[in-house]
């Protein structure tokens, strides 16, 4: 059982170079989250979908999009990296409202 | 302000005593709640759901004041194994969840 799968597990970006982070699960889960960890600032939510066709904003969207297209991929696009963009990216499921999210192990995006 | 607020420690305690950690939000719709664990460099893993009625799992007990807004965790007989991040989760929407900052724990022998 994969349940959250995220790829690349680290990548390094020249400021201005777009790319997408890669977010699966094989748990038929409606919800899927976005979040980033900063030090100091613990876990932000960046983007959510409640389910395929159906995203929203976080607290700290701006510079990324989201979309969903499937209810197992949730793929987190940043437009345009800055450094301050560097980050530990989580991406989490949960099958249904109110309940526990589960993560995927993370992507650690360096942006120079 | 912060909506999920908790004392980042660190929590320095030796081997078999118990610590408790705290967690207050400021959401008073918010729905449900849940206590985290995160090891270093590691993504978060659920520790427990939390319920007003008060829950445990093993050495875990878990705890919510809805009137007072806060959330508590208590560790019974601390482990080696138990140094960890514990993170305070909290959701109003009910689609995802608002997290504190952590909370440290550093079990000695």
């Known amino acids: 059982n994969a349940g959250v799968t995220q790829t690349p597990k680290f990548q390094v970006l020249k400021t201005g170079q777009s790319m997408t982070l890669q977010c699966a699960q094989d748990m038929n889960h409606e919800y899927m989250s976005w979040y980033r960890q900063d030090p100091g600032m613990g876990l932000r939510l960046i983007h959510y979908s409640v389910g395929a066709g159906i995203t929203d904003q976080g607290e700290v969207p701006n510079g990324y999009n989201v979309s969903r297209s499937t209810t197992e991929d949730f793929p987190l696009r940043l437009l345009s990296a800055a450094p301050s963009q560097t980050s530990v990216y989580f991406c989490a499921s949960s099958d249904g409202y109110n309940q526990p999210q589960h993560f995927g192990d993370g992507t650690r995006l360096s942006i120079l | 302000r912060k909506e999920v607020e908790q004392d980042p420690g660190p929590f320095n305690v030796p081997e078999g005593a118990t610590v408790a950690f705290n967690c207050t939000y400021s959401?008073?719709?918010?729905?449900?709640f849940f206590w985290y664990r995160q090891d270093c460099r590691k993504e978060p893993k659920l520790l427990m759901s939390v319920y007003s009625s008060g829950n445990e799992d093993g050495r875990f007990t878990a705890q919510l004041i809805r009137a007072s807004q806060y959330i508590s965790l208590l560790i019974r007989d601390s482990k080696l194994s138990d140094s960890a991040t514990y993170l305070c989760a909290v959701s109003s929407s009910g689609y995802a969840l608002n997290f504190g900052k952590g909370t440290s724990l550093l079990v000695t022998p």
């Open positions: 959401n008073s719709a918010s729905q449900s």
